[in-house]
């Protein structure tokens, strides 16, 4: 079964496929088309080339105009006789409905994939425990079943075959009822693990819990390995994390909970928001969050209101404490303009001590910027966090506040 939810893309080249918009000019066009190369690359997909198109809407039929796909077409089959197999793949940069998938498909006759279907993809691939693996594969079956007049599949093996089949039965049909099958066990399994993790949660005790939230590859649990002198798995890759972890942290004499979530993206599938729920729960149960970003990313502004809509979809009327920690000072570069440049400052023109005094100003201690892989600024960060933390905490549990008064008394003293 993991055979036909698998791409099996690895090494193949690739064409991204994006449109110019109303609402979204060749700048933002090109970035997100970087963000999907960086997808496709952590798929194992070599994007060689990026086709652009200026439309008001997507074609209902053919997601580009004609005559961009045919330009397409001519590309692929002048790179067909090439030494290292031409171009095997076209990545497109939304969700492409079934009807434009079996248009496109029927035109390039090359695999075609869209967005939501790489990120899927990614996920099967890091997907390492079974609960992930659960939720991954509920995804995939929730985004193919109203794809499958596309798909080539005999599903119908794994009931059996012979006698499964009800009279005057189409092959499509079987698909469809042996998918939604496998969608209600997937279903009930994920309710057996949220039971689980319910228990697992009252197993914890009164402890503050604190989640990592933030975009996908903003060094978030790189920042929790710091913190919780751990090993958790940490790669410069999109969705490195894809299970929730938690682990156990002391600062000074303040015990609490830390866990390190799995990153959001633009466009994320609704499938997946669906699918994790029990990993996002560990986002609905947090006392406080830890909004990670990566200040070197050109867009990191806009990468703050991606994460921010999520949190607001999956808590919608919660309005939790939250700490902004801008990663990645090391990495922040910017362009200083010319005295005789006349043209309007961009983004890449702005320094970072100029950033700090901007809206970011005004959030006064609710925000820090570090380094976590040079460790700038990290004992700052630990300090703010047994701040924010300790106040939870006495809340909480007012008649510690005398505890927690005594002991610093103490240490100021010593």
């Not at 990026?50 to 590309?75: A, W």
């Not at 499964?164 to 009822?177: A, F, K, L, S």
């Amino acid at each position: 079964m993991k055979d036909f939810i698998h791409t099996q893309m690895a090494s193949e080249r690739a064409i991204l496929v994006g449109l110019i918009t109303a609402n979204q000019n060749e700048a933002k066009t090109n970035e997100y088309l970087d963000e999907l190369a960086f997808l496709a690359e952590t798929a194992g997909a070599q994007p060689e080339r990026r086709f652009l198109q200026r439309l008001d809407y997507p074609n209902t039929r053919t997601y580009v105009g004609t005559g961009k796909l045919q330009e397409i077409k001519e590309y692929i089959e002048m790179r067909a006789d090439d030494e290292d197999g031409g171009v095997g793949l076209v990545i497109f940069d939304d969700e492409l409905s079934p009807k434009q998938l079996q248009n496109i498909e029927r035109e390039l006759q090359v695999k075609i994939l869209d967005r939501t279907t790489l990120i899927l993809d990614i996920f099967a691939l890091r997907a390492q425990t079974a609960n992930a693996k659960t939720q991954v594969e509920l995804a995939q079956y929730q985004y193919l079943l109203p794809r499958l007049t596309r798909l080539w599949t005999h599903l119908e093996r794994q009931r059996g075959g012979i006698g499964m089949r009800g009279p005057g039965e189409t092959q499509i049909e079987t698909d469809r009822r042996i998918i939604l099958d496998r969608i209600s066990r997937l279903k009930e399994e994920l309710r057996s693990i949220d039971r689980q993790k319910v228990i697992q949660r009252k197993n914890r005790g009164k402890m503050v819990r604190v989640a990592l939230v933030g975009y996908t590859n903003v060094g978030k649990s790189t920042l929790m390995n710091l913190l919780s002198k751990s090993e958790v798995f940490a790669e410069n890759k999109l969705f490195a994390t894809l299970d929730t972890t938690v682990r156990k942290v002391i600062i000074d004499n303040l015990p609490f909970l830390l866990s390190d979530t799995v990153g959001f993206i633009r466009k994320l599938p609704t499938h997946l928001v669906d699918s994790f729920k029990s990993t996002l729960d560990e986002v609905r149960e947090a006392d406080m969050l830890v909004h990670v970003v990566d200040i070197s990313h050109p867009a990191f502004e806009e990468q703050i209101e991606v994460v921010n809509r999520t949190l607001h979809d999956i808590c919608p009327n919660e309005d939790k404490p939250m700490i902004i920690v801008f990663n990645k000072i090391d990495a922040f570069t910017y362009v200083e303009k010319a005295a005789d440049d006349l043209t309007p400052r961009t983004r890449e023109n702005i320094s970072l001590d100029e950033l700090r005094e901007t809206w970011m100003a005004k959030m006064n201690e609710n925000c820090i910027f570090i380094s976590a892989t040079e460790r700038d600024n990290i004992e700052e960060l630990k300090a703010m966090l047994y701040q924010r933390v300790k106040e939870i905490h006495t809340q909480r549990f007012p008649y510690n506040d005398f505890l927690f008064q005594h002991y610093e008394d103490i240490t100021d003293e010593q």
